[in-house]
């Protein structure tokens, strides 16, 4: 998906009126979170604030700013049986019209979205590890497979950042606290000696690897010949659960997407928030010196 912030340059480049509409309060049920955001102009939309009939009202809202010259509203929004939505909470949409200081404010906003991005190490790109690896491309977070095959690296999608090491446990030291590690490597003692280290750090979010439960009781033997047994605790093993026992990659690789999500994103939210908060400020007071 294309960066809001480069449509808006793209407008500001062109000269096309454009107003970026931007979900900042969600309270109860709402169909997009706080921060979630769309670019409109007059002849096209990018991005969404939740559909329905919220989301009609904001680009109505927008154009509506456009025509006028104005260079910012606020949009209280009642999700009710009055706008034909039923979600029952309520929404405030800050509209603002682009300038160039919109268009920076949005940069700063994505470039810390982007450093909050939580971090998945995925060890093997064989089958799996590439299944999984399309799965996750397109989510919020940073993606990195390893794998010492510099020829299983090819081909893997763009967000994907690559390491082709001969030592791949090195990489578990190297990663920030609050990372998740996802252990398919060709080879089941490189597995336990990657997925070990990475129990040992203690600070990891999750930690999976793949295989059946005598793969579970065999790392569990081997952890318990250094006297580790009690790590096993914190393994996921098999990943994306037992309860649907299918085999193909990418069966595995969406069930694990899952887990990986509710891992790595339960505790960024609020961090999010206060980002998006910040740049709302940011975005407020450009447009209050550019109508003064």
């Known amino acids: ?68 010259g104005a260079r910012e509203v606020r949009l209280a929004v009642p999700l009710g049986p009055r706008i034909g939505q039923c979600c029952g909470g309520h929404v405030t949409l800050h509209l603002a019209r682009l300038d160039a200081d919109l268009l920076l404010a949005e940069e700063a906003l994505e470039r810390a979205a982007e450093a909050a991005r939580p971090l998945a190490l995925v060890f093997g790109a064989g089958h799996t590890g590439r299944a999984l690896a399309q799965a996750l491309a397109p989510l919020p977070i940073r993606l990195c497979i390893v794998d010492p095959r510099p020829e299983s690296l090819l081909d893997l999608p763009p967000a994907a950042e690559t390491r082709a090491v001969a030592l791949p446990e090195g990489e578990v030291e190297r990663a920030p606290p609050g990372s998740a590690f996802v252990v398919m490597t060709h080879d089941h003692p490189l597995d336990f000696l990657i997925a070990a280290a990475a129990l040992r750090r203690r600070d990891a979010v999750y930690v999976g690897m793949i295989g059946s439960a005598t793969k579970r009781e065999k790392f569990r033997r081997h952890l318990r010949e250094t006297g580790e047994d009690g790590l096993i605790a914190g393994l996921t093993l098999p990943i994306g659960g037992a309860a649907l026992r299918d085999k193909r990659p990418p069966v595995i690789a969406a069930l694990t997407a899952a887990e990986l999500v509710r891992c790595l994103l339960s505790n960024q939210r609020d961090l999010l928030i206060n980002r998006l908060a910040e740049a709302d400020a940011q975005c407020h007071s450009a447009a209050i010196r550019s109508s003064g």
Request: aromatic share 0%; proline share 4%; no cysteine.
């Open 1 to 68: 998906m294309t960066p809001l912030s480069t449509l808006m340059r793209e407008a500001l480049a062109a000269g096309r009126p454009a107003v970026l509409v931007r979900v900042g309060v969600a309270k109860g049920s709402t169909p997009r979170e706080e921060g979630a955001a769309m670019l409109v102009t007059e002849a096209g939309v990018a991005g969404t604030v939740g559909g329905g009939r919220l989301e009609l009202s904001g680009i109505e809202a927008a154009r509506g700013l456009i025509a006028s």
